[in-house]
């Protein structure tokens, strides 16, 4: 059964580098049919979605965070990675990584839905 | 940027019919999933392109999204204690994945 597990610091200061690794266990995370997500959630708000990574490197980011985000894959070590620069108090949230299928043909976007999630690590950005 | 409006909060007797719109301008012509969030856990996909199940989903759980409109519903039916979450809908849009609001479910 695959899981997907987050890891790294709780705590990160104003202006640093924010940086997280999922690892995907029980299946490969160089499946041709998925693609490798993040999403975060602020305290008490909703959610939402930073960037999706495929096995081969190649990376979907989010408008919003494009100028700050940076998403990595290392399939030796069934991990991919998040970074996320310049941070603030406004990056203080609960960080999920998840799987989204990958999609086909001109309608592939419509295939972009999680269906399967990591339990999420909380990140504060305090000094 | 598109814009997906849940609203806040919907209340339901158990037992009976609950429906948590999500509305966005020509939803129709977009897939909608649909994600059941309980405290302190991740999200769970209840509902993949407009009405599709996942596996291990019951069938009390449905969605539509007419092709011509601008609301998608998730409907659940016979509402259970277990039902009580928050509801998040979600699309593709030009480059971008968008999640709504989310609607906290109540059953009463």
């Known amino acids: 059964q695959l899981q997907l597990q987050e890891s790294g610091p709780g705590l990160v200061k104003p202006s640093e580098s924010l940086s997280l690794s999922c690892t995907v266990s029980g299946g490969s995370i160089s499946s041709s049919n998925y693609y490798w997500g993040w999403i975060r959630q602020s305290p008490g708000k909703g959610l939402e979605w930073i960037g999706s990574?495929?096995?081969?490197?190649?990376?979907h980011y989010n408008p919003s965070l494009l100028s700050r985000v940076t998403l990595s894959v290392d399939t030796s070590k069934n991990q991919f990675s998040l970074k996320l620069s310049s941070v603030t108090a406004a990056d203080t949230a609960v960080y999920f990584c998840a799987r989204h299928p990958k999609g086909f043909g001109n309608s592939w976007f419509n295939y972009w839905y999680f269906d399967l999630w990591g339990r999420g690590t909380l990140v504060t950005v305090s000094s | 940027s598109y814009e997906l409006t849940q609203p806040l909060s919907v209340s339901v007797a158990l037992g009976q019919t609950a429906r948590i719109t999500c509305g966005g301008d020509?939803?129709?012509?977009?897939?909608v999933h649909w994600y059941q969030q309980k405290p302190g856990q991740a999200p769970v996909l209840v509902i993949y392109r407009d009405s599709n199940w996942p596996s291990g989903i019951p069938e009390r759980f449905s969605g539509s999204n007419p092709g011509n409109g601008n609301t998608a519903i998730l409907t659940i039916s016979r509402a259970q204690a277990g039902d009580e979450a928050d509801y998040y809908c979600?699309?593709?849009?030009?480059?971008?994945?968008?999640f709504g609001g989310g609607t906290k479910l109540t059953v009463l």
């Open positions: 990574i495929y096995y081969s490197g190649t990376t």
């Open positions: 979600q699309v593709w849009d030009f480059s971008t994945v968008v």
């Open positions: 020509n939803i129709g012509s977009k897939n």
